[in-house]
């Protein structure tokens, strides 16, 4: 494929994500944004910070939200956010998710509480619910 659109591009990263393929998945982002220069979107990033989840890539799912926020310029929305949570919490990391919440942009919604109040029982956290 000579070229590539960012839905292309969006469908390669999402597909290798969503198969845990997580050093493929990155490393064809930073080639998409740096060798062919294409900004990525919204939805590129919800695919990635799900990836990170689901793979335990915390430091990288953090590195990522930061990134998208500071050098792509992207707003988060409630699904980046929702990403962020359940990243920290999969690691068992309940205090930060619970911070992370409180210093959200939007108000948190019921995706929000749902996942956070799930890593709760997860970890069998009383004190969160």
Do not use: Q
Not at 3 to 22: E, F, K, P, Y
Not at 24 to 48: G, Q, R, T
Not at 54 to 73: A, P, S
Not at 97 to 124: D, H, Q
């Amino acid at each position: 494929m000579s070229h590539r659109c960012i839905i292309t591009w969006n469908t390669m990263i999402s597909g290798l994500a969503v198969n845990g393929l997580c050093d493929n998945f990155i490393k064809l982002f930073d080639n998409m944004c740096y060798e062919h220069l294409i900004k990525p979107n919204d939805v590129i990033f919800i695919a990635i910070l799900s990836a990170c989840a689901h793979g335990g890539l915390v430091e990288e799912g953090k590195i990522i939200f930061n990134r998208m926020v500071n050098e792509f310029g992207i707003e988060p929305r409630i699904e980046h956010y929702g990403c962020v949570v359940d990243i920290l919490g999969r690691d068992g990391l309940l205090d930060k998710a619970i911070r992370f919440v409180g210093a959200m942009r939007l108000e948190p919604n019921a995706v929000i509480w749902a996942t956070l109040l799930s890593v709760c029982r997860i970890y069998k956290n009383g004190i969160c619910c």
